[in-house]
Each structure stands twice: as C-alpha cells, then as structure tokens.
C-alpha cells in the first residue's frame, strides 16, 4: 500500500497533495514541532494527472540525474566485485578438503552475521590509514559476504560430474568455468540482486566514508528532497525504486531458485 500510494501521488498535482497532506508536512519546516490535530485524506486516484513533477525531477533539477550515476557507478562495481569473489571463494570452499576449510568456512559465517553497523567505525579507521576517505575505493573495497550463499549452491554440483572431467584432462580453471559456474547461474542472479539492492540503499556507508556531496549517491539526495516539496519528493522516490524493480521482475525465479537450492543440501 505504501508503494501505490507513492506512486499514485506522484502523479498529483502540487495543490491536491496540498490539500490531502498539508497538515502534516507543513510541520516538517516549522521551527516548532507540533502533532497532527486532523485527519490526512490518504487518495490513491488523482484527481488530475500530472507530469510536471517528473519534468521537475530529471528535466529541471540537474542534481538528480548526478546523484543517481553516482549511484550507478558506487552499486556496478560493487556487484561485480562480489560476483567475482565469492565465485572465486566458494569454489575454493567446494574443492578445497583441507584441515582448516570447515573453521574458516564457519569464521566467514560469523563475519557475515555481523551487521554493517558493527564494523563501521573499523572500516572508517582502516580507510583513513589507507588515505582512501572520501574516495569512492572507500565505498568498493569492504568484503564481499555472499560466500555462503554460492557456497552452499556450488556443492550441489555432483562431484561424478567433476571427477569426470578431470579423468577428460580438465584443470582446475576449465572446472570452475565451464562446469561450476554455469550451473550455478540462479545463485549468481540472486546474489547480484541481492548485493544490488543492499548497496542500491546504502545511507551509513556514503555518510561516513564520503564527505563530498558531490560524490554521495541518490538514496543520500532523498533526504533532501523530502525536506522540500512533497510531490517532487514523490516522483523522485517511484524513479528511484525502477532500476531495484526492473532487476527484480527480470531475475524473480532465478532469485527464488538460488535461495531455495542454497539451503536444501548440508555443507
């Protein structure tokens, strides 16, 4: 219901979400706070559509369109980045029968528990001895935690199947990539969407590791947005959520095959 209802009102015009919500984001710039005394009029139909807060957005407000590529560059290298890791980590995981490969497995499992929170202050101590605040390698560089998830799936590969193309003269680079990772493409979509939508929101990594505005993405930008007109806040946030959705409704059964399969076979 949130969702069409901020769709719906993005298409109002300035005057009607006046009238349904004044009494309460007219406070939002009152030096005195006061509560709501009288009922919101909540509408999910407009009375009359309009685009001109769209235009206001991606036409009229530059600033917009600079921060959602400094998303896009901030979120695209960060998903390849873990795709990549974690294919390369899990199948070390999967063929890997040393002593230690159960504790490090485990320990990797710990560290992924952990919230991003939790390991902010260390992260921003390690970027600032590394000069790397206030650089976007500051934003790339965090471990990537999908391991588990591809690890899980990448052992469902049966090991006659492997054991096969060994005897065929196949190495270890052949193995992993033309065996491993195509069966393992559902689990590779729901990581990248997974991964995609987390750093596609991310607020406490760009407030602590970017200082310069100019560099911050477009979920930081929302905030400011809210604090002025509502309708324009409106529109910006539908366009904000399209590339999340898009990605989404394009590798819907992938994802729920590779978190279905990731879980239904012990390590």
Known sequence: MPTVLTIANSFMTSTEISANYGSMFGNMTDEKKTFISENVNLKFIPDKVTFAQYKSVLILNSDYLLKFWNSVILTAPIVFAQLMVASIAAYGFTRWRGKGRDSLFFFYVILMLMPYQVTLV??????????????????????????????????????????????????????????????????????????????????????????????????????????????????????????????????????????????????
């Open 122 to 267: 260390p992260n921003y101590l390690v970027s600032d001895w590394l000069h790397l605040l206030n650089t976007r390698w500051a934003i790339f560089l965090p471990a990537p935690f999908s391991v588990f998830l591809l690890t899980k799936f990448m052992r469902r590969i049966p090991m006659a199947v492997i054991e096969s193309a060994k005897i065929d003269g196949a190495n270890e680079w052949h193995i992993f990539w033309n065996i491993c990772l195509p069966q393992c493409r559902s689990a590779l979509y729901s990581i990248a969407i997974l991964v995609f939508i987390d750093n596609w929101n991310m607020v406490e990594q760009p407030l602590i590791l970017l200082n310069d505005v100019e560099k911050q993405p477009l979920s930081m930008f929302l905030s400011s947005i809210n604090a002025g007109e509502i309708g324009i806040a409106f529109a910006a946030a539908v366009i904000y959520m399209i590339p999340g959705l898009l990605l989404f409704l394009h590798g819907e059964a992938y994802l729920v095959e590779g978190i279905a399969h990731s879980g239904s076979v012990k390590g």
